[in-house]
């Protein structure tokens, strides 16, 4: 099974709805971010959160907006979604325990297109 | 200034080929350095650490400089499963913004029979 997962893989939605995406992992870590990646832009942080009373804006938090549930969940959320939030989504995981070889484990992705 | 700057490519080598990529890195407190692959349509996953001394691991050398805050990757021998986007991703040591790591925008590598 994987470490991190996400749901769902692929969304399509229209301008204006509401949709969260969800993130799990059972590697134990503390640590959690969402990114975005679109084409040519590279991985932008949109939130973080270092532990479940936690929450850090990213670069790109504008029409976004994160819970975390739990150490092993964090989700993400996009309150009235527009055409230029289309872009693949990565959840991703670290442990501070690492020291200076703290890395992240990323999800598989979810595909977003809004219409 | 950016803070990690690729070089985009594409590299487009023959199979057997060695080739290097480079990276640059602004913030000369960073703690620590990878190099991540990513396939098309997948996620970015952990290649190999980058250590002062350098390293290696199996086909993939890594090398740091910190006095010029660059890192560099070389890949010996191609092979066509090489083909992916190499990320350079810079460990910075706090939150801010941007978190604790700064990915690059990556170099994309083609290996061509």
């Known amino acids: 099974d994987a470490d991190v997962t996400q749901t769902p893989r692929n969304r399509i939605t229209k301008t204006g709805k509401r949709i969260m995406l969800e993130c799990s992992q059972t590697?134990?870590?503390?640590?959690m971010y969402w990114y975005r990646q679109d084409p040519g832009l590279g991985l932008r942080l949109i939130y973080y959160s270092f532990d479940v009373k936690d929450i850090n804006k990213g670069e790109i938090s504008d029409g976004y907006s994160v819970s975390r549930q739990a150490q092993a969940k964090f989700s993400l959320s996009l309150e009235s979604a527009i055409p230029n939030q289309t872009a693949l989504y990565f959840c991703?995981?670290?442990?501070?325990?690492?020291?200076?070889?703290?890395?992240?484990?990323f999800g598989p992705g979810t595909r977003l297109l809004v219409l | 200034r950016k803070e990690v700057e690729q070089d985009p490519g594409p590299f487009n080598v023959p199979e057997g080929a060695t080739v290097a990529f480079n990276c640059t890195y602004s913030?000369?407190?960073?703690?620590?350095f990878f190099w991540y692959r990513q396939d098309c349509r997948k996620e970015p996953k952990l290649l190999m650490s980058v250590y002062s001394s350098g390293n290696e691991d199996g086909r993939f050398t890594a090398q740091l400089n910190r006095a010029s805050q660059y890192i560099s990757l070389l890949i010996r021998d191609s092979k066509l499963s090489d083909s992916a986007t190499y990320l350079c991703v810079v460990n910075i040591g706090y939150g801010g913004s941007q978190g604790n790591l700064i990915f690059g925008k990556g170099t994309k590598l083609s290996v061509k029979p």
């Open positions: 913030n000369s407190a960073s703690q620590s």
């Open positions: 991703a995981t670290s442990d501070p325990g690492t020291g200076e070889q703290e890395t992240q484990y």
């Open positions: 590697k134990g870590h503390d640590r």
